[in-house]
């Protein structure tokens, strides 16, 4: 069973930085995608980075050039070190994972960790 489990929130004055982790167990091979996303109450999940095997990373327009996801393979890790960090980016972040072939995107996402919350305050 393939289990996610994220660390690294906390609460946070505007312009400050905090780094979140992701560990994934449970399964014999390595993710092709991992991703992070953020959910506030009342609003859909979204996702603000991902990374697959080779590397390569994408970023949604609200966090680039602040945030960026990196990954040890070694450690079957990601992180996603957040920088400049405003009152907006507050909420509940999840590490995600997809072990489907094709483009890392939401749509081979199917592992979901329980969630970290980040809170930023003015």
């Known amino acids: 069973q393939v289990r996610l489990v994220e660390s690294g929130g906390g609460s946070v004055q505007a312009g400050g930085s905090l780094r979140l982790s992701c560990v994934v167990s449970?399964?014999?091979?390595?993710?092709?995608?991992m991703a992070w996303s953020r959910q506030v109450p009342g609003k859909e999940r979204k996702e603000v980075a991902f990374?697959?095997?080779?590397?390569?990373?994408r970023y949604a327009d609200s966090v680039k050039g602040r945030f960026t996801i990196s990954l040890d393979n070694a450690e079957n890790k990601w992180y996603l070190q957040m920088s400049s960090l405003k009152p907006e980016d507050t909420a509940e972040y999840y590490c995600?994972?997809?072990?489907?072939?094709?483009?890392?995107?939401?749509?081979?996402?199917?592992?979901w960790g329980q969630g970290t919350q980040v809170t930023v305050s003015s």
């Open positions: 995600a994972a997809g072990y489907s072939v094709g483009q890392c995107g939401s749509s081979i996402l199917g592992y």
């Open positions: 449970g399964y014999g091979y390595r993710p092709t995608c």
């Open positions: 990374v697959n095997l080779d590397g390569d990373r």
